[in-house]
């Protein structure tokens, strides 16, 4: 089963921390990757690279659409934006 909402992060990554803190604040059980504690973890930035133009973390998907880093996810929440993008995965917040 495909997860709803990724987000690709490092344990020590301040960024990271502050957007698994408004995912969580928002009750979304979104599937973590910590990079820095897998063998592979490289590869998958540079798959990010690949596949959003960053390297970068945090990087928030929902739904496998990209969302961006914590900015980006920030601003998606202030917005709205970020509502109805989990409202379109089956959250209602």
């Not at 921390?17 to 820095?36: F, Q």
């Amino acid at each position: 089963m495909a997860h709803k909402v990724v987000v690709y992060s490092k344990t020590t990554c301040p960024y990271c921390t502050r957007v698994k803190g408004l995912l969580g604040d928002l009750k979304v059980d979104a599937k973590v990757i910590e990079l820095n504690t897998l063998d592979d973890g490289p590869e998958y930035q540079d798959s990010l690279l690949e596949v959003v133009g960053r390297r970068t973390v945090p990087q928030v998907f929902i739904g496998g659409s990209h969302v961006g880093g914590c900015d980006d996810t920030v601003a998606a929440y202030n917005s709205g934006k970020l509502k109805e993008l989990l409202a379109g995965v089956g959250y209602s917040i």
